[in-house]
């Protein structure tokens, strides 16, 4: 039987905030469902490009949520990961993003910027312009004003959220 947990992010959660929360929630859940695989669906629209989404990511975070999910299925499920795709609707994003993916998946070194060829067959199948870069660039967005108010809710949510439940997972 599966089990998973919903933490509800504040709207404008950004890299810091969001890789705090994920880092405490996972392994103590992790630690308590002991699975025997996990199931990620590593979809891009929590990517701040996404017009659907309201989370701000960047490709930076992306990366390092990759590598933590490597080290936590390493520790907590023998190694054993299924991914899945889907979610992302910023084409220049997403494609990005799930580039991101495969190269930590298999262990391949990062390119600072994309091939002049695969940019070009890119740009052509989708119609628009593309990132050059694997990453975004520094401070891709203007400063959040709200900062330290999204991130103290987000440690209250991930508070209650344990506190509720702790009691119902057996450790």
Not at 2 to 17: A, H, Y
Not at 80 to 94: E, P, Q
């Amino acid at each position: 039987v599966g089990r998973k947990l919903n933490l509800p992010l504040e709207p404008f959660t950004e890299d810091e905030s969001y890789l705090e929360v994920f880092e405490a929630l996972v392994p103590w859940a992790l630690g308590a469902f002991r699975p025997d695989v996990l199931v990620v669906q590593a979809g891009a629209d929590a990517h701040f490009l996404d017009p659907l989404a309201d989370l701000l990511l960047t490709t930076r975070a992306y990366e390092r949520l990759f590598r933590l999910v490597l080290e936590y299925a390493e520790a907590y499920a023998g190694g054993r990961i299924l991914l899945t795709l889907g979610g992302g609707y910023s084409l220049d994003a997403t494609v990005r993003v799930w580039a991101l993916l495969y190269l930590v998946f298999h262990g391949l070194p990062l390119p600072e910027r994309l091939s002049e060829g695969w940019l070009r067959e890119w740009e052509a199948r989708l119609g628009q312009p593309l990132t050059p870069t694997l990453h975004d660039p520094e401070a891709p967005y203007p400063e959040i004003p709200r900062r330290q108010e999204i991130e103290k809710r987000n440690r209250l949510t991930l508070e209650r959220l344990t506190e509720l439940v702790r009691p119902h997972l057996v450790h």
